[in-house]
């Protein structure tokens, strides 16, 4: 797509994908979500940034020194609430040097202010694989077991 495109504090070559911010509240946005090539690689990263706060980013999947495994593919979020607060699980598909694919979650807490990366737990993408449904119930249901230790990213 286009050349040196920003993405937060990094710069991409190409941009594969991008999933832009949707307001889900009243100044509550999910973050932009890309599927991108950065500069100096050759496999694709996926990454969340702030719609307001560029440089507030989150790589969810970046390649290795061997350029494997990386980020295949980013799907829309699954937006959840839980009282007053919101949370969006983002599946990203990580491909290995076989060209196995194998999806994964990100759990995001979604605030006025930004977002903040959910503490990661193997066992969110697990329950969420083990679900029929991959659905808002899903995730609140996910989060009330697990929690969600909000950090920057």
């Not at 706060?53 to 990386?70: A, H």
């Not at 196995?100 to 959910?118: A, E, H, M, N, R």
């Not at 193997?122 to 029929?132: P, T």
């Amino acid at each position: 797509m286009a050349d040196g495109v920003k993405i937060g504090a990094d710069v991409a070559d190409e941009v594969i994908h991008k999933i832009d911010a949707e307001k889900i509240a009243d100044d509550i946005y999910t973050p932009n979500a890309y599927h991108f090539i950065k500069k100096d690689q050759s496999t694709p990263t996926c990454s969340l940034v702030d719609r307001k706060k560029p440089n507030n980013l989150l790589e969810i999947m970046s390649p290795e020194e061997m350029e494997y495994p990386n980020c295949n593919k980013i799907w829309q979020p699954i937006i959840a609430k839980i009282g007053n607060d919101y949370f969006a699980a983002y599946r990203y598909d990580v491909e290995d040097p076989k060209k196995v694919f194998t999806p994964s979650y990100q759990l995001v807490k979604i605030t006025s202010d930004g977002f903040y990366k959910c503490k990661q737990d193997d066992s969110i993408s697990e329950r969420l694989l083990q679900k029929k449904a991959k659905t808002a119930v899903a995730v609140v249901e996910i989060v009330k077991k697990i929690g969600c230790t909000a950090v920057a990213p």
